[in-house]
């Protein structure tokens, strides 16, 4: 079994910066992806992709982030981290982290975090 712990989140002016963390344990061969997804107020469906590192460190963005935020990785640590610069009222959302890989005994594993909560307001 893979758990995500997320930290990081918290209370920001528009234009501010966080840094959310994600740090992957458990039955962990080895990581493919890491990544980034979101969940906006009202919106109790939909999880939206921000942001998506691949093993070989090709890297995916949402239209709506790009040139603000940047996702890296530790593959040591099993950690991926998500840095948003000029973060605006709409950002605000519940963040979650998710990662696929495989684990110790053969399978495919694909994991959630908790969520960590993301305010930007004035």
């Known amino acids: 079994q893979v758990q995500l712990e997320e930290s990081g989140g918290g209370l920001v002016q528009p234009g501010g910066s966080l840094r959310l963390s994600c740090a992957a344990s458990g039955s962990i061969f080895s990581i493919n992806t890491m990544g980034w997804y979101r969940q906006a107020p009202g919106n109790q469906r939909d999880r939206e992709l921000v942001?998506?590192?691949?093993?070989?460190?090709?890297?995916i963005y949402a239209d709506r982030v790009k040139g603000r935020f940047t996702i890296s990785r530790d593959n040591a640590k099993n950690t991926v981290y998500l840095q948003m610069n000029s973060l605006k009222l709409e950002d605000t959302a519940v963040y979650y982290c998710n990662a696929h890989g495989l684990g110790y005994l053969g399978a495919d594993f694909g994991a959630w975090g908790q969520g960590t909560q993301v305010t930007v307001s004035s």
């Open positions: 942001a998506v590192i691949i093993s070989d460190g090709n890297t």
